[in-house]
């Protein structure tokens, strides 16, 4: 007899199955477009029936890509929440260190994400997209020790958060170059940058950038870009 094609039916608590679904749709929903992506495509992908896939997401793909984008959404938020002590960017780097290994290790989940948002384009996916750079950007201004920010610095933040999806995707596209120390880095570099550039014309923006250098310390990533500005320009 041919033996079949057909991977073996494995029996799965709810939750192991769920979540075996959820993997086989980011690859999926990663690495193709999301209108290209079938529930059929996620029933091989995973080795299970159609049926077997409803059975878990009634409301098919477009629950299946919202369950899933969801579950990359809220590791991405919490990988910003390091603990508040020592210089600000250096918890600004460990937090990058997070999110890029995240980008790293999840590139699917990660381009699933950013990527199928604006495809779908239900008001639940943006929504969730929207947490993720909200909840960032929380955390960032936690950080600088400001509760609620002003227009300026709030956009200052925003647009940095913006340059980090950006810059992740094509971080992915490039294929993983530079090194991730690099990247990190230069990142680092872009937020003080924008802070200080920032501080030039808006108040809050000063007060948050001389209450975050008065935490730094020599080897620290700000301490040390400003030491290497006033090295190149004298």
Known sequence: MTS???????????????????????????????????????????????PLVYRYFPGGKQQLYESAVLGAAEELVGLFGV?????????LADAL???????????????ALLRGGGVVGTSRTEAIIE??????????????????????????????????????????DN???????????????????????TALTDPEAAEAAARALSQETPASPGRLLLTNITTLFP
């Open 97 to 111: 260190d997070g999110y890029l290994g995240y980008v790293d290790e999840h590139d699917a989940a990660y381009g």
């Open 131 to 172: 947490g993720v750079r909200s909840g960032a950007a929380a955390q960032v201004l936690h950080h600088l020790g400001v509760a609620e920010p002003g227009p300026r610095l709030t956009m200052m933040v925003r647009s940095w958060i913006a340059s980090v999806e950006t810059v992740s995707l094509l971080w992915l």
């Open 83 to 91: 603990p508040a002590e020592g210089p600000p960017t250096q918890r």
């Open 175 to 197: 294929g993983k170059q530079p090194p991730l120390p690099e990247l990190r880095a230069w990142l680092v570099n872009h937020f003080t940058a924008l802070l200080l550039a």
């Open 4 to 50: 079949s094609a057909v991977p073996a039916y494995r029996r799965m608590s709810v939750e192991q199955r769920r979540e075996q679904l959820l993997a086989a749709a980011l690859d999926l929903f990663g690495h193709r477009r999301p209108e290209d992506v079938s529930v059929e495509d996620v029933a091989a992908a995973a080795g299970v029936s159609r």
